[in-house]
């Protein structure tokens, strides 16, 4: 069975919050935590990684915590994945290191990858800012196995109410990104 971790999920839950409420400013571990029942140790560590990934920004004092290091729209989930768990493998024969025992007999192998693709094409394109969105009843993504591409359709009937409240939102989050970038010093040009 196909399945993210525990560590995955606690990744995606944090990142989700942060792109969620950007005015809150940094957030703690410890605050995350405990809003979502997650084990504070376990979730400090994710965090650290995610920091190292260059996906957050640690901020250090009394009011420190982590936001994003970066758009939302701009961090897909594929990215907060792979940060936490490394590379993504569907089966063993898929790993870096090649061929298995049975490589040469293998029928599977090829369709297999080709799920693995199609899974990784999917989540790269699924960006943090998507998680926020609304609830998957009323967005729905068809994907074909056999192609590339994937073909998304609005199933709620209120596509320009939503288009409208998702631009004041999106202004908004800019907004607030902008202020946190510029005061944490990122986004300064970087030839000095």
Request: glycine share 8%.
């Amino acid at each position: 069975m196909l399945k993210l971790t525990k560590k995955a999920d606690y990744g995606l839950i944090a990142m989700r919050h942060l792109a969620e409420h950007p005015t809150m400013g940094s957030c703690s571990a410890k605050d995350l935590a405990e809003l979502y029942s997650i084990p504070q140790e376990a979730l400090a560590k994710i965090l650290q990684r995610l920091a190292k990934a260059k996906l957050l920004v640690s901020q250090k004092g009394t009011d420190g915590g982590y936001v994003l290091a970066r758009n939302p729209r701009e961090i897909s989930a594929l990215e907060v994945i792979r940060a936490i768990e490394g590379p993504l493998f569907l089966t063993s024969c898929s790993t870096q290191k090649g061929d298995c025992g049975q490589s040469h007999s293998c029928t599977v192998r090829e369709p297999l990858l080709k799920v693995s693709r199609t899974i990784e094409e999917v989540l790269s394109q699924l960006t943090v800012w998507e998680l926020t969105g609304p609830a998957p009843e009323t967005h729905v993504a068809l994907v074909t196995l056999g192609t590339t591409n994937c073909d998304e359709r609005i199933v709620d009937g209120n596509d320009a109410r939503v288009t409208q409240r998702v631009a004041t939102i999106d202004e908004e989050r800019n907004e607030v990104l902008a202020g946190q970038m510029a005061a944490s010093g990122i986004g300064k040009n970087e030839e000095n």
